[in-house]
Structure formats: structure tokens, C-alpha cells
């Protein structure tokens, strides 16, 4: 192999593109081949944006979703529910959930789930805090009363609802997981098998 | 248990024998191929009846029976991972099978099946084009299969006899497919953890054990639910296959499939009496697998037994027996997927006519006529029986230097 023939900041850009997650080689190529052709004004607006999130955003201290300040709004909330936690994989799966408008409890960031091919055990992610957080509001005489654990319904988002459940077990008086199954407004017909009958599988009582 | 996850038993009868709903498509109407294994782009229409694909071997005829196979059972026989079969170089492949009716030419009513394989990341599936569900797609396509990786069924690994109980129960019962993907993810994070804690000092080895119990408990859950579907298939399989095999070889004994194991289940045990055998086969290997750095128990490691007139065939079987015993198998599986779809499935042959001897050759021409579809390979038409090639369409297959590409 001769030498490369593109400049190296060209392909120092690749390089960092090709990084990000789902961006292959040949992606990574294109999009740094497109911001050579953009207007310099917004390739330097992309950068700036970048530098400028990095520099005025951190994890909040409590809950661990991205904030502007030590506690993110959320947290700061005085209006929020305090005995009800909903324990989120990523911090966007918090800002789907705020979308609905219709949780008024207050949230906890894990920043991943346990997967031991990762790397990632209990000591990696947020759980610590979790549990420190749950004994903290216990001994301050307002005990969180339900934990919801939203994790993904993957292999590793169930396992790590498991593993919480089973360390949350009697400090909480309830600890609840989303419900699974029919996609609300999905027509039975319309649905997969699978979707059928996992929905089956967790149907329940009519109160 | 206060929490309910989709990892609860099911409290549900097992599939029904046959389902109410119109079956799949029949025939397939092309495949298209898009940086897969030799194929760069490609594509091949595909007519009813047998469909000769033939060419010298590495032009890429097998690997459109695989692009059929994935988009029927989302794994490859010939890739343990999917993305092996992304080509050299590639960000992804993808590959798009269209279904339709037999006769029908109108675009309306057909469906399109995609399957995108990124060489890093997640398989995307797609129905006409939307995101759906493997099981979405799966509903559409049935397809039966002989490929040589399973002439050695008989007396080869029992990771051939599992690969084909998987392929036909997948197709078979809704929802087996993903219970063994969640099962084969967790295996690897499970067995992970082992190899973590055989390296790992005392007191990390006791946080790994607290980490270790939720693993072990989806894999017996999901473990239970495949090990139910595997006895639920091999007792359907039970009458079509004595049938195919007294056909095929009348004088050679009664056939029976055994699903083996350690823990010897009992053919028509319900899943919670599966899981709660699973649960006791973890704890009494929990030091050995501590030693080992695996697990040592769950479906990926049962097997299947085959008797002919109460004999172990693995210990007796000539080859002519085993012969029988494929193309038994195979019209078994065409007649149990019939039975779930309400038609008949799609017929894959991969070099089918080599491993056969004449007679068993004629029996197969013989079926394949009542099929709407069968995708024949061979590297040459003069390896078929003449009135074999005289009704099929002949489909060259050619490796160029853009890579494989059809010629009619
Ligand atoms: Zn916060």
C-alpha cells in the first residue's frame, strides 16, 4: 500500500466519522466528502455546536440526564412526584417519555444495561446512585413508594430489570416493569404472530 | 414474582395444527442480491415450477437459496453469525425476496421481504419496504430445504440435527425464532460472565455470581419455551414422517425421532415443568460450569436420536438407510408446513440429486411436481434426469469480474 491519497486531516475526519455508531467506512467517506463541499460557515456551525454542547452540558448529579446546570430541570422540579422513580437505559428514552406529557414522577439514568460481552456490569452503570438514591429518600421519611423500570424488552434490557428488581426487592414498596405486547391503535389483524402471542402470554384481568 | 416481564411462563395451549388465516405467497418472483458473499448487485427472476439454477461451483447459485432461507427462518445454514455473509469491503448487504401468487402477475399482490445486514450492528427487516418484525416477514415465506450440510444428519454433530429442528420449528410455531435469538444472546453474555469469574478473585467472584442469577434465569425461561417447541414439532413430525418414510423405503422398519437430553424431558411436558427441570440442571452443574467456564446445560446442547424398527440408526445405519431418512425428513417437513400454511411450502434443493441414488432421485422428481416452486442447483443441467430439465427453467449462473450475475 502506497500513501494515502488524501490530505490527513481528511482522513482524520473519516476516521472520527467512522466511529460513530451505525456509520460505516464507506458512510463515514460521504459525510466528510459532504462537509468538503458545504459552505465553510456551516461546517464551522456544526463544529461550534459540538464544542459548545460538550463544554455547557454534564450528567445531572441526581438522576443522570443531561443538564446545564448541577441538577437538570427535571430534578429541580418541585412540582414532580418524588416517590416515584422511572428507571430509564439512556437518556433519551427519558425524553420519549416526557413526549407523552403524562408522567409527573421523576426519573433515574442507568447509561446502559448489563452486558457482560461489553464489558458493562452493575459497577458501570448508574445502579449505585439508584440505590443510594432509594435508601437516601427511605431515610429522610419520604420513602419512594414505586420504581418503574422501563429498560428495553432486549435480552440485556430484561436481565438488567431482573438484576434491579431482585436488589430493589423490599427497600421499595412496589417495583413495576412497562407492559409489553399490541402497539396501542394497532389493528389485531395487522400485528405479527409473535406480537400476538406474546400479548397473550401477558394478557390480564379486566377491572 | 412482582414484576411480570416478557420472560413469564405462558400459560398458553400449544400452536394450533393448522392456522385459520390464507396461507403465504407460493412461489417466489425474484431475489434480489446486494453485496452478498459473490453477488456485488444482482438480480433473478424466478418462474413457477422447478427453477434449474445451475453454473460451475462458486458462481453464487447456493447463496440465493440462502437469501430464501434467511428471509424464512432470519439465520443462515451456511453463517453462524449473519453478518458473514456481508462481502469483503462492504458497510452491509442486502437481500430482497418477492412473493407473490402462483399465477398472479399483479405488483398489489405481492410482498416484498428485505433482510439488511450490516457488517457491524443490527439486522433490519422490512416488509414493502417498512421496518417490521423477522416474524412479519416470516409469515409470508415457508420454504423447505436439502442442503449437503445436512447429508450427515444421521451420524454427524448434533448441532446439524438442532440446526434442522430449529429451521423446520421456526417456521412452524410463531415465536420460536425469537425465543432462540433471546436464548443464543444470553448464552454468550452468560458463558461471558464464566470466563469473567474463572479469572476473577474471590470477592469479584461473588458479585459476579449476584450478576450471574437474572442470566441464568432468562436462559432457563427462554430455554423452556424452545424446548417446548421442539418436543410440540417432533410429536407432529411423528405421523408424517412414518408415513414419508414407509413410502420411501417400505421394508426398512417403523421410523421415530427422539428429542434427547440430560434432563430427559417428557415428550408432552408443558413449559413449566421444562423450566423447573432447567432451574435444577443449573444448580447441579453450577460448580462444574464454575470449573469449565460455560454452561453445561439448555437446548444448545440436546440432541435428536433417529430409530429405524427400534434400532439407533447412528449405530447401524448404512448409507442407503440414510438416504431414506433425508428424503423422508424432507417430505415430512413439505407435509407439516403445508398443514400450518394451508399450501405447500417453497422447495430448496441445494445439489440434491448428487447425494441421491436413482430410485430416491425418481421419488423427489416425482414430489416436486405437485409443488408450485422448487429452486434446484447444480453445475450442470446433465446432473438431472432429462424429463427433470425438460420442465424446469434453466437459469444460468455466472461469477464475472462485477461479480455473480444471472443468464437465461
Ligand atoms: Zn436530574
Keep these: 500500500m502506497g500513501a494515502s491519497p488524501l490530505p490527513s486531516s481528511v482522513e482524520r475526519l473519516i476516521e472520527a466519522l467512522s466511529r460513530l455508531p451505525g456509520v460505516g467506512p464507506r458512510t463515514a ?4 466528502f459532504h462537509l468538503l463541499r458545504t459552505p465553510i460557515v456551516d461546517a464551522k456551525a456544526l463544529a461550534g455546536a459540538i464544542t459548545t454542547m460538550r463544554d455547557t452540558t454534564r450528567p445531572c448529579v441526581e438522576c443522570g440526564h443531561v443538564a446545564d446546570q448541577e441538577r437538570c430541570w427535571i430534578c429541580r422540579d418541585e412540582g414532580r412526584d418524588a416517590g416515584l422513580l422511572c428507571v430509564v437505559e439512556e437518556a433519551l428514552d427519558l425524553v420519549a417519555i416526557e413526549r407523552t406529557g403524562a408522567y409527573r414522577g421523576r426519573y433515574h439514568v442507568l447509561n446502559g ?21 432509594v435508601a437516601a429518600a427511605t431515610a429522610a421519611g419520604t420513602p419512594i413508594r414505586e420504581v418503574i423500570i422501563a429498560t428495553n424488552p432486549s435480552p440485556e434490557g430484561d436481565v438488567t430489570l431482573l438484576y434491579l428488581q431482585e436488589r430493589l426487592g423490599d427497600s421499595v414498596a412496589a417495583v413495576t416493569s412497562m407492559a409489553r405486547g399490541l402497539p396501542f ?14 400479548s397473550l402470554e401477558e394478557r390480564r384481568g379486566v377491572e | 414474582m ?134 412479519a416477514l416470516m409469515e409470508r415465506i415457508k420454504v423447505a430445504v436439502f442442503v449437503p450440510e445436512e447429508t450427515g444428519l444421521v451420524v454427524g454433530a448434533p448441532a446439524v440435527r438442532r440446526a434442522l429442528i430449529d429451521r423446520v420449528a421456526t417456521q412452524w410455531h410463531p415465536g420460536y425464532e425469537q425465543s432462540l435469538t433471546r436464548y443464543e444472546r444470553a448464552l454468550k453474555q452468560r458463558n461471558r460472565l464464566l470466563k469473567d469469574a474463572l479469572e476473577a478473585d474471590g470477592a469479584t467472584r461473588r458479585t459476579l455470581a449476584l450478576e450471574m442469577r437474572p442470566w441464568t434465569e432468562m436462559l432457563v425461561a427462554t430455554g423452556a419455551e424452545i424446548v417446548e417447541g421442539r418436543l410440540a414439532l417432533l410429536m407432529a413430525l411423528d405421523a408424517p414422517l412414518a408415513e414419508a418414510h414407509r413410502e420411501v423405503a417400505p421394508s426398512e422398519g417403523t421410523i421415530a425421532m427422539r428429542y434427547t437430553s440430560r434432563e430427559n424431558y417428557d415428550p408432552s411436558a408443558p413449559r413449566e415443568k421444562i423450566a423447573t427441570m432447567l432451574t435444577q440442571a443449573f444448580a447441579d452443574t453450577a460448580e462444574t460450569e464454575g470449573y469449565q ?111 455473480s450475475e444471472a443468464k437465461r
Design chain 1, 29 to 32: 467517506e460521504r459525510l466528510a
Design chain 1, 113 to 133: 444495561t448489563l452486558s457482560p460481552m461489553a464489558g458493562i456490569g452493575p459497577g458501570q452503570l448508574r445502579m449505585r446512585e439508584l440505590f443510594e438514591r
Design chain 1, 185 to 198: 391503535g394497532a389493528d389485531l389483524q395487522y400485528a405479527d404472530a409473535v406480537t400476538i402471542l406474546r
Design chain 2, 2 to 135: 412482582g414484576v411480570t416481564t416478557s420472560t413469564s411462563s405462558c400459560r398458553c395451549a400449544p400452536p394450533p395444527e393448522r392456522t385459520a388465516t390464507p396461507g403465504p405467497p407460493a412461489v417466489i418472483h425474484q431475489i434480489q442480491l446486494h453485496n452478498i458473499r459473490s453477488w456485488t448487485h444482482g438480480t433473478v427472476a424466478l418462474g413457477s415450477g422447478p427453477q434449474l439454477l445451475w453454473g460451475a461451483n462458486g458462481a453464487g447459485k447456493t447463496t440465493l437459496l440462502e437469501a430464501c432461507i434467511i428471509a424464512a427462518t432470519g439465520r443462515s445454514h451456511r453463517a453462524s453469525a449473519l453478518r458473514e455473509v456481508v462481502a469483503r469491503g462492504a458497510d452491509a448487504a442486502r437481500l430482497t425476496v418477492t412473493v407473490g401468487d402462483e399465477e398472479v402477475a399483479d405488483p398489489l399482490a405481492q410482498s416484498t421481504l428485505a433482510v439488511e445486514i450490516p457488517a457491524h450492528g443490527r439486522t433490519q427487516t422490512l416488509l414493502n419496504g417498512t421496518p417490521r418484525r423477522p416474524a
Design chain 2, 293 to 403: 467456564g460455560h454452561t453445561l446445560v439448555g437446548p444448545h446442547r440436546d440432541d435428536a436420536t433417529f430409530f429405524v424398527g427400534g434400532n439407533n440408526l447412528a449405530a447401524t445405519a448404512s448409507r442407503g438407510q440414510q438416504r431414506s431418512l433425508l428424503l423422508a425428513l424432507l417430505f415430512a417437513e413439505i407435509a407439516l408446513l403445508t398443514d400450518r400454511a394451508g399450501r405447500p411450502p417453497i422447495l430448496l434443493l441445494d445439489d440434491a440429486f448428487s447425494e441421491l441414488d436413482p430410485s430416491r432421485r425418481d421419488r423427489l422428481v416425482e414430489r416436486l411436481k405437485h409443488l408450485p416452486q422448487t429452486l434446484i442447483t447444480a453445475t450442470s443441467p446433465d446432473d438431472l434426469a432429462p424429463n427433470l430439465v425438460a420442465a424446469a427453467t434453466a437459469i444460468e449462473i455466472i461469477n464475472t469480474d462485477e461479480g
